[in-house]
């Protein structure tokens, strides 16, 4: 019954790759997000979408590109992998813009 | 734009003392205040979150926040920690208003020694 979902838990990978992250969450919420959280455990957001939309691109390369092929979805995917992308990419989903936010797992990626 | 500050980046306690992890926000209007919890290897949890009433919130598992709107304070406490409350602790803010943002401090890690 898990409410925000991530896969994969875990992805290693040379500089240079493509990769992507899924999301999904079963709470019927409109609202998605990708957070990165550094080495430091420092939180940014990434991405907000609502409803399919794209709400909010904070300063990301664009070798970042979120896809949301529906509401219950919000993937993430990553061009040319750099060494500074390593982190911890969490997924979250909230029923409205200013309520409580529920976070997935975590998807610890390591670019070597 | 809106930001969030805790003071303390780490915090160490033996069991069964007093908890006060400090968080100060900057945004003049309204807010909907957080505390995440992150325990080890996992994910994000809430443990409590203010959004309008009586300022002195109570959450999960002992835990209590007080919102004083003149000092722009949101601090998280608990009169006796355990072991098992080992972990990170995250402030965080979003100004409402339809706002999607969700600012979040830099966090305090809480060892508790046994």
């Known amino acids: 019954d898990t409410a925000v979902s991530q896969t994969p838990k875990y992805l290693v990978t040379q500089m240079g790759n493509d990769k992507s992250i899924k999301c999904e969450q079963n709470?019927?919420?409109?609202?998605m997000y990708w957070y990165k959280q550094d080495s430091k455990k420092f939180l940014k957001i990434m991405f907000s979408?609502?409803?399919?939309?794209?709400?909010i691109n904070e300063t990301v390369p664009n070798r970042f590109s979120p896809k949301s092929p529906d509401k219950a979805h919000l993937n993430l995917h990553i061009n040319s992998l750099e060494l500074g992308d390593s982190a911890v990419y969490f997924c979250?989903?909230?029923?409205?813009?200013?309520?409580?936010?529920?976070f997935g797992p975590g998807t610890r990626l390591t670019v070597l | 734009a809106q930001s969030v500050s805790q003071h303390n980046h780490h915090v160490i306690l033996s069991e069964a003392a007093s908890l006060e992890l400090g968080c100060n926000y900057s945004?003049?209007?309204?807010?909907?205040l957080f505390w995440y919890v992150q325990y080890p290897g996992q994910h994000l949890q809430l443990l409590l979150k203010?959004?309008?009433?009586?300022?002195l919130v109570k959450g999960i598992k002992g835990f209590e926040a007080e919102f004083i709107k003149s000092k722009f304070s949101f601090n998280l406490r608990k009169p006796s920690v355990q072991w098992s409350d080992t972990a990170e602790y995250f402030c965080?803010?979003?100004?409402?208003?339809?706002?999607?943002?969700?600012?979040f401090g830099k966090g305090t890690k809480l060892s508790v020694i046994p």
């Open positions: 979250a989903s909230t029923p409205t813009s200013t309520d409580t936010q529920y």
């Open positions: 709470l019927g919420h409109d609202t």
């Open positions: 979408y609502n409803n399919k939309e794209l709400i």
């Open positions: 945004y003049g209007g309204t807010v909907n």
């Open positions: 203010y959004f309008s009433g009586d300022p």
């Open positions: 965080a803010v979003n100004s409402g208003a339809g706002s999607y943002q969700l600012t």
